[in-house]
């Protein structure tokens, strides 16, 4: 049994050898884009076939709490591509009949100037149907703090097997195809690109902390937080039988649900890293920051274009056309 369960190890270590950093591992799609869920024990599967030996509680656990919730749910379905197309075609005919509505006055009947009205009705209610989606487009390449910043967990547990995650769709054949990615990365040499490139600006470390402020203060996660207060739930057991309600079941559901909505307190967490930590620690924070980005933008082939860079002087240590950590410098240190 040790003797099979060595080759395994050297099996696993030889077959994960292969792949290269950015290269696309696993992916699994949810069922249908109405009910937006992945089946996370079936995406393990496709990695342990891989030679990925991950444990339910760095994969499945985190992955739960990130994309399993009712409310991140209900937003991957009106955030997803198929929803915002059937919201553009609603969109257009709502255009259309506002704009026909308002200066259908100055008709004088003519069937010439009708059908002149209505390609102008349609000219118009087409170029802002398309302004409005072509906003909705660049603002998706942003990160996002429903599903990007929900899985920063999930890569902090799954960059120890050099597997990073993020979800990204689109519409194929009419049809929303919504996807989890398991991308092979090896964050070590990124690490250390990035930390050298810390230190390099590290004469102007106020500079620096004035560009994560403009370019991560409005990342906040607000998060409810709550206290139960061990002195509410005494009071009740030292009253007198006599006095005590005769309907227990309905005392301790009103009780508990008064101490939840007394006690319940929001905090916000910022994602900025503190700058008077040491270069090593912001990279990493930084790195895991954009991590479900980076894999949204590399999948769907929406990075931007690499900096120029002068011959021999490459960082890029992924198979894209910007690394990890390239990518960091352009959105945050640049």
């Given at each position: 049994?040790?003797?099979?369960?060595l080759?395994?190890?050297?099996?696993?270590?030889?077959?994960?050898?292969?792949?290269?950093?950015?290269?696309?591992?696993?992916s699994?799609?949810?069922?249908?884009?109405?009910?937006?869920?992945?089946?996370?024990?079936?995406?393990?599967?496709?990695?342990?076939?891989?030679?990925?030996?991950?444990?339910?509680?760095?994969?499945?656990?985190p992955?739960?709490?990130?994309?399993?919730?009712?409310?991140?749910?209900?937003?991957?379905?009106?955030?997803?591509?198929?929803?915002?197309?059937?919201?553009?075609?609603v969109?257009?005919?709502?255009l259309?009949?506002?704009?026909?509505?308002?200066?259908?006055?100055?008709?004088?009947?003519?069937?010439?100037?009708?059908?002149?009205?209505?390609?102008?009705?349609?000219?118009?209610?087409?170029?802002?149907?398309?302004?409005?989606?072509?906003?909705?487009?660049?603002?998706?390449?942003?990160?996002?703090?429903?599903?990007?910043?929900?899985?920063?967990?999930?890569?902090?547990?799954?960059?120890?097997?050099?597997?990073?995650?993020?979800?990204?769709?689109?519409?194929?054949?009419?049809?929303?195809?919504?996807?989890?990615?398991?991308?092979?990365?090896?964050?070590?040499?990124?690490?250390?690109?990035?930390?050298?490139?810390?230190?390099?600006?590290?004469?102007v470390?106020?500079?620096?902390?004035?560009?994560?402020?403009?370019?991560?203060?409005?990342?906040?996660?607000?998060?409810?937080?709550?206290?139960?207060?061990?002195?509410?739930?005494?009071?009740?057991?030292?009253?007198?039988?006599?006095?005590?309600?005769?309907?227990?079941?309905?005392?301790?559901?009103?009780?508990?649900?008064?101490?939840?909505?007394?006690?319940?307190?929001?905090?916000?967490?910022?994602?900025?890293p503190?700058?008077?930590l040491?270069?090593?620690?912001?990279?990493?924070?930084?790195?895991?920051?954009?991590?479900?980005?980076?894999?949204?933008?590399?999948?769907?082939?929406?990075?931007?274009?690499?900096?120029?860079?002068?011959?021999?002087?490459?960082?890029?240590?992924?198979?894209?056309?910007?690394?990890?950590?390239?990518?960091?410098?352009?959105?945050?240190?640049?």
């Amino acid at each position: 049994v040790c003797v099979l369960l060595l080759l395994l190890t050297v099996f696993s270590d030889l077959w994960t050898g292969v792949f290269l950093s950015g290269q696309c591992v696993a992916s699994v799609s949810t069922s249908t884009w109405i009910t937006p869920t992945f089946d996370f024990s079936h995406c393990r599967t496709l990695l342990e076939t891989k030679g990925f030996q991950i444990p339910a509680e760095d994969f499945e656990g985190p992955l739960r709490l990130a994309l399993d919730h009712p409310s991140v749910r209900r937003y991957l379905l009106f955030n997803s591509n198929i929803f915002n197309v059937i919201m553009a075609s609603v969109l257009y005919v709502v255009l259309w009949c506002a704009v026909y509505s308002t200066i259908h006055m100055y008709l004088d009947g003519s069937t010439a100037e009708f059908w002149v009205l209505c390609l102008c009705v349609s000219l118009v209610s087409v170029i802002l149907t398309s302004a409005i989606n072509l906003i909705f487009h660049y603002s998706n390449r942003e990160i996002n703090m429903n599903t990007d910043v929900r899985l920063v967990g999930v890569n902090e547990h799954t960059v120890r097997h050099k597997l990073l995650l993020g979800v990204a769709d689109w519409v194929q054949k009419c049809r929303g195809n919504l996807q989890l990615f398991c991308v092979y990365w090896d964050l070590s040499p990124c690490l250390i690109s990035l930390t050298e490139a810390l230190n390099d600006t590290s004469f102007v470390r106020d500079q620096v902390q004035n560009k994560l402020k403009k370019r991560m203060s409005h990342l906040v996660l607000v998060t409810e937080v709550t206290t139960l207060d061990p002195e509410t739930g005494v009071q009740d057991e030292e009253l007198p039988e006599e006095e005590q309600p005769l309907l227990v079941e309905g005392r301790e559901r009103s009780a508990s649900t008064s101490q939840r909505e007394d006690s319940k307190l929001t905090k916000n967490f910022s994602l900025m890293p503190d700058t008077t930590l040491s270069n090593q620690v912001i990279a990493q924070q930084l790195l895991m920051t954009y991590s479900a980005l980076y894999v949204r933008l590399l999948v769907s082939n929406k990075l931007p274009a690499p900096p120029q860079r002068p011959t021999g002087a490459g960082k890029n240590h992924s198979t894209s056309c910007l690394c990890l950590c390239e990518y960091v410098e352009l959105k945050v240190l640049r």
